[in-house]
């Protein structure tokens, strides 16, 4: 592209011909010559090239309908009455939303209930702390819910099976499993770039909380027990009783859709962790909604006099031996009238169909949500709630903002009864820009707050025999999460989480398959991967896992240092290129998984149809360049190109 002439040039530079007149200069009393100035040879200078935008910037949701002053009587009602349907619609999708993520944890526990039992059953692999914390990542993702898998740990615990030192590491593993939910609820927004940047972003900054606050906590607690000592100081301190059942006000709305699709007896997880070996034979689902159990003396037989409840009421009959003991017999009175109450399928069956059909729902009620929340949040509504929901107050007090945004995230968390519904919905928010990630970052850390204080009083509500071990180890979650936010935001330079967060972000809005392969690695191979080394025992784990931590740190380092002090570093070691290209990029790995996929892109109908969208898009934003401006009406001769 030429560049636009200059006035007072050379005759080559203003577009004179050699066989023009000389150029002279101004003469006084003579009045100048009108300078010639050619056009430009291209209009591409002339057109407004796009301004970088940041892609974690919040976007302005425009109003694109017919303004409020502008309608007359019948259009305003028209707008109120579709407003209000809309709000009802959202409301009922939000309702189905948070259903689909109910039905969901009871497919997961179907297919892999019975087998978190038998993972919590070995005792001695739990008294090791990593093995303990991959074992509560694995049965939390396992079973979708971390209310499921501490109720087992606080089982153990109280049954003697299981030290509350060796449980603390579970929970922590288990806080690390619940945020598996809004990650995947992410992936359903992967259609859009810019929402997927945000989306992922705003699910993964508590994946990375949780795991920056294990790297650090789970050391400082095997070495030292501070967690163990905090929580045990305030349990003998409080004369504490049995209260009342935590309050469950999620479950009075959803349960009665929820129950009609499918009920578990979640006694058979305990009871298989505990070493139950009835426990093994029945079917988590259940069957008998209402039974009525009836204590009755019997004549049994025991191995030996030792063995009678007491000396009057023993005794012997040729080779046995007799006792008078009370036994307990259940009798079912009201069988439960679920859709699979009757089923004759395995337990496996049911829990594949309910996990399709839930995750069907799933991605549809999140899609319709956000598709909904598009069409409402425009204009001035929709600047309102982003004022309410990002701003800040007023200088001196700003810092409080995020300290209030926790306690909103402990409040909503504690009224649902779940932080996996809390940030699950907080989830779709971020991604179409109604929330920024640095506000939905102390919401989330509110959310953990909140279902640590639920698991209190829950423990509360425990017999008087189990009531201090079981509120221990929820006190120990709740300092372990107290300690996490102490870490990980006070500071402004402490909150990583977001950077990482981000990162992660841009790297899957580029890369959306790496998505999926980040779930898979730290949700399921990694945590393998761990659990087998520590296995094996500690010195193989420390033989394999402090050289990759070491690599991992050089790596960290030479990074940062190769964006600010690279003067520092030897010439081989300021950048990556002395490596093949598929250790320091990810376009050859795009490349692969793009060759594996490209015959959906061919040959699939859908993709030739976004396709077709796409190539139209190009040709509308096209930009067209001319030879000669001065000559575009009469040659109409155009060159078009567009932007890469």
Request: charged share 15%.
């Amino acid at each position: 592209m030429a560049p636009r002439p200059e006035l007072g040039g050379t005759s080559s530079e203003l577009g004179r011909d050699s066989n023009d007149p000389p150029f002279t200069p101004d003469v006084v009393g003579v009045p100048p010559k009108e300078p010639v100035i050619l056009p430009a040879y291209s209009t591409i200078a002339l057109v407004d090239e796009e301004p970088i935008l940041d892609p974690w910037a919040l976007p302005e949701l425009q109003n694109t309908g017919i303004k409020w002053s502008e309608l007359d009587t019948k259009g305003k009602m028209l707008r109120v009455v579709f407003s209000f349907g809309k709000f009802i619609l959202l409301l009922g999708f939000l309702y189905m939303f948070v259903c689909s993520l109910d039905v969901l944890s009871s497919a997961f526990q179907l297919v892999g209930g019975k087998a978190a039992g038998d993972i919590f059953k070995d005792n001695a692999v739990l008294s090791n702390p990593v093995a303990g914390l991959v074992i509560g990542v694995l049965v939390t993702v396992l079973v979708q819910s971390s209310s499921t898998s501490s109720s087992i740990v606080v089982s153990m615990v109280s049954s003697g099976l299981l030290g509350v030192r060796s449980a603390i590491p579970v929970i922590m593993g288990a806080n690390i499993g619940t945020s598996v939910t809004n990650t995947i609820v992410a992936l359903m927004q992967a259609g859009e770039r810019n929402e997927f940047r945000r989306a992922f972003a705003g699910a993964t900054v508590h994946d990375f909380f949780n795991f920056l606050s294990v790297l650090v906590l789970l050391p400082l607690e095997v070495a030292s027990g501070y967690l163990y000592y905090i929580s045990q100081l305030l349990v003998d301190t409080f004369n504490l009783k049995t209260g009342e059942n935590a309050p469950d006000m999620l479950k009075v709305i959803t349960d009665p859709l929820t129950k009609i699709i499918i009920q578990l007896d979640k006694s058979v997880i305990n009871g298989i962790a505990t070493g139950d070996p009835a426990a093994r034979n029945k079917s988590l689902i259940k069957i008998w909604c209402k039974t009525k159990t009836i204590v009755t003396e019997k004549n049994v037989t025991v191995p030996g006099v030792a063995n009678c409840t007491s000396a009057v009421d023993c005794w012997t009959d040729g080779n046995f031996t007799w006792t008078l003991k009370n036994v307990s017999e259940t009798i079912n009175l009201d069988k439960c009238d679920h859709i699979f109450a009757n089923a004759s399928l395995p337990d496996l069956v049911i829990g594949l169909i309910l996990l399709a059909l839930s995750l069907a729902v799933l991605c549809t009620c999140l899609i319709l949500i956000v598709k909904l929340l598009n069409t409402m949040l425009k204009g001035q509504v929709a600047r309102v709630i982003k004022k309410i929901l990002n701003t800040d107050f007023p200088f001196p007090f700003s810092w409080v903002t995020g300290y209030i945004a926790i306690v909103v995230g402990a409040g909503m968390t504690f009224i649902v009864q779940s932080s996996s519904v809390f940030t699950s919905a907080i989830t779709p928010l971020v991604g179409i820009g109604v929330i920024s990630i640095e506000r939905a970052y102390p919401l989330t850390l509110g959310s953990n707050i909140g279902t640590t204080t639920t698991a209190i009083l829950a423990a509360m509500a425990s017999p008087g025999e189990t009531l201090a071990n079981s509120l221990q180890i929820a006190i120990c979650h709740f300092f372990f999460n107290i300690s996490g936010i102490l870490l990980w935001y006070p500071i402004p330079f402490t909150r990583i989480p977001i950077r990482l967060a981000k990162a992660l972000g841009d790297r899957t809005a580029s890369y959306r398959w790496f998505a999926i392969l980040y779930l898979l690695l730290c949700f399921f191979i990694l945590p393998l991967t761990l659990f087998g080394l520590s296995v094996a025992g500690w010195q193989v784990l420390v033989g394999v896992g402090v050289p990759f931590v070491v690599l991992i740190l050089v790596v960290i380092i030479i990074n940062i240092m190769q964006s600010k002090w690279p003067q520092y570093l030897p010439r081989v070691l300021k950048n990556w290129d002395f490596l093949p290209l598929w250790m320091h990029s990810m376009k050859p790995w795009d490349r692969k998984v793009t060759s594996v996929t490209s015959f959906c892109r061919v040959h699939c109908c859908c993709c030739n149809c976004c396709r077709k969208n796409i190539d139209k898009v190009e040709k509308k934003t096209s930009v067209e360049v001319y030879d000669n401006l001065a000559l575009e009406n009469e040659d109409h001769d155009t060159k078009k190109t567009t932007h890469l």
